[in-house]
């Protein structure tokens, strides 16, 4: 971390910021210029908060050197994490998954029907919404407790392992069943949920907040894995922009950048991240060309009828078509191109 | 709601979505151009999810003209929102407060110190976080159940009420002697906890989100309103641009745009909008000549060693002369401006 | 176009817009409802803008149906515009081209060097920055005249093509041999250069602005083509965000939602828009996949010593590696994926 | 400014580095950690550029300390710039003008009632546009060399100074009996521009861009200045974010950032900030009370006729009654409050 003092900082100022760093374990060099001093702080900078000594008027700018995150940190684990789902299905280090299924599972006949459809294309995990978070009271809430019934028996009917979003800890006995545990974007900073999700086993699939930074998104990871979790799947699915053409903005270069700074799988979900059908496609194979581990795409057997979401769920027919070219796409990836 | 049919639909397609809209209380009439057929559906469309109709194939565009929320609405009630917080001491419809305090809670000496200092400058509530949302699972999380204990002695020692966040539905027993109960920005769509304190009765202060817009804003307010709580204070907090001179970008055009879609008071938070002591003053005054019920400003009494967030907060002092300038443009208001 | 009135609107008011409308070619139905009236205006409404509508106060929204766009608009122009380079060097229907260079323009040496390796590994324009737009006065800005001078003697020594910025109309002069004029980000809404671009017939690679919406940038595109130049090439190069790990955010879903929208060739800038040389690679080559008609990448001699955006150039021997896999890519695309 | 290098870093790099430094008249001094190697280079930095430094592979990060603009910095320049437009009327330093008018000169009877309505009511600068930017090539592009003429006549009639935009920079000519030339947003980096109004001697009234950061704002003030035209007066239009009920969101934290960085007048436009009537007086008089210098507003005959951007002009009526807080509050401001 480096520290930059205003012009003319006292040294007895700068004895003082001295003296509250050494409760922290760092080692301090001073670099004395003729308007300004710079002090390098050497060692585990990690609990150390730039806001905390910005507090210190004297202080014109604290920039951070090391990444504020240690268990996500690909320079400290630099193996991909392989994230075992059961069956022999894994994610992450060369394994690429499909998940598929409706926005929020409706009924035991849609469940199971879209399951056997996503299955027969050739996804390998089944997704459904049991709660949901909509942005309106008044809006389907989900099927809840039910809708993690049907999802079980979608499991048992197909064998495809069920991935499905929690909104509450208080939730958590419901998804003993469950294979992968999703956290939604309007969940990525709920701390509170995070530290639950980090001292139980299940796989923990984070999708990046709406607004939120590559940094913040795997200090979010932190969370789950400094509770002693270590089996936390990325989900890039789009942020906020000022562009309306598209429900947000797919931000393919953030594989770019996790596959550098981290050593956690990345999955994509061009469904939500466009809202609409008719690119799902496109950024599906695209995000499999960059490097994506895995995808999530939005399938209904009845778009129009859908509970939500209805404009951005491929039909069993288009998610077909659609997987023809994932896989090809993916068999040309494993086999020509490497990063 | 007006939807807009794409060329060349089918009239049974049009069947295909009456029947659909039957099922809600809406009566239809139907606009045919030359390339184009519009419907426009009248009657209460709150239930209506745009995105539903969108998914028929054939629906060009959806657009709403009745606005999603109801309880929150001014158009339904006029009259604006009092929130009686006790003791006297009223926000909206012309009260207007100050809370300040510091960002977090950290000792007994430091909460009562400051308490007394701010209200003696003149602010009438007492804020202090206890649970604290920190981006990093490394920094202090708070005094959590201790913190509020901590504000209790000082509500006890100064008489003023006490605001402060909550993280988790699981905690509300902790906040029965609590005044206003806080939602912080990364919660305003944990739409679980929006409906539990949706149906207990304290005031909740509800925080707009990083990067939400006024109507999903609303739609939160709405989501514990429905519960049958209407006592909701907005409180504007800045959201995420690209500029970087401030941590946030402070939109008081919000105050206007919700003065006139909303009943509900609508507070300013310029510390953690601006997050530089320097631009504190400035915004705060501002928020008031722009017609804002509140306040919230963050104070410590020594914000070198505040455990977060000190380059945002005033000292006793700076709230001080601050606060001046904040009773004086009030009265100003007061007497001589009316929008 | 839909114009929806505000509740309690008079006949005579009505009446008054309804006459308004006359001046332009557009007939208007009226569906009444109990708190609604709705107007649909059928006809060319292109010349008709929202904003002036909504100046009559009794008008509650305005929603544009048809796309204000026509010359670019895919709906009237189905095929696939191929722009021709000369040479025989096309792009856009199927034809995709790579182009590459430096940033600047900074010697004969330089630019003949670059040209040569770039051409060698692939590549099939030159391009490089004579007129540079820099944020700050007191950096470089170019070679200008001479950098075009070296630009053509480049060109003559590869018979490369090349693709350079213009930044003011009264330059035109000087790219009289230039194959291909680029618009930069900062000018896409420079409407005085963009009508002088279209009064002109060579072909114009229109670069996104940093904040503008694809609406915004297809209208840009309008400005050129309504003067009489169709030969107009989009060019995708990240917009601004929040998120700071790269310099701008690659935003891939505009390939697909252009090639829903217009008939004009789209290629992508991935070293503009991450900034990153590292992250250029994974992105080109999602790019290709994506669908995109061409590249520009950065490519440097010696990017340490170049005069501009050094960490986004790749050297040639970095660019010969990305444009093996973006071949194989390339190849395999046009072989086996259509969408 | 501050470069830090990767860890395990050569010396002979080190000395690459220090070579091409030694071109830059600054000094360096090196802090060698464990893991890091920090360099703090003092003297004028001002014509180092970070992204050249950070071309250099074993660069992690470089961060600037000085401010990279100097003639608009307050640091060299303490005293607030006043400028002088002529008969008396000064911007800045304490001294405060309200600039009104219609968005286009549409006609000589239409400007010259306006003119008066706004005269009467306390403005002191009259604006227009003669020289449109529009989002369409079909939308009304302004009146142009005429607008000019006719805004000439409205001055001579009034006797108030006119405010105008110029697109080109060889409209030039047109200017010359302008009080104030103006620099839209669109064209706030138009670099070829600024540089030509940096060498002439007239008052420039320069926008912020639609997603510039202040910083940016602030080196394009620099490109005029650095011509050595030091009558630059900034103006915060709005800046584009997601939120939708109003057209921009207007940054008032802009003022308290620029009143500490810069010595520059800054006025505020409120009209195009929101883009609606409602908004615009509330948003003024908290800009006045925030510490602007001014304000910019729109303010047509007859908005329903107006030729663009009705939906956000004033009325001459509606003007009086916000004129009449606008002078109540900067009254009340100069003799009350001091920042």
Redesign the interface.
Known sequence: M?V?LKDGTDRSDVM?LME?LDAFNVSV?V?E????T?L?L?GDT??L?E??I????FV??V?R?QE?YKAANKKFHPNPTVVEVGDGIKIGGGNFQVIAGPCSVESKEQIIEVAKAVKASGATLLRGGA?K???????F?GLRAEGIELLLEAKKETGMPIVTEI????HLPLFEHVDIIQVGA??M????LL?VLGKQEKPVLLKRG??N????WL?SA??IM?GGNKNVILCERG????????RN?????????L???THLPVIVDPSH??G?V??V???S???????ADGLIIEVHNN?????????Q?LTPAQFDTTME?IK??HK?MSE??S?
Do not use: W
């Open positions: 480096v930059i003082e509250y060099s670099t210029g003729e308007h300004t710079i390098g050497i990690v609990s908060s806001d905390d910005r507090a210190f008027d014109e700018d920039k050197i504020p709660f978070p909509r942005t309106s009271p008044y809006a809430q909104m509450n800890a208080a309007r969940n900073q709920n701390f509170e530290k709406l607004a930074t590559i940094e913040e200090m932190e969370y400094a942020i906020r922009t000022f562009e309306t053409a598209t903005t797919l931000d393919l270069s953030a594989i770019a950048a596959k550098e700074k991240a466009t609409v008719q690119y496609e496109r950024l194979v695209a995000a499999v060309a960059a490097g778009p129009k009828k859908a509970l939500c979401d209805g404009p769920s070219k090809k796409m040309f020509e191109i990063y």
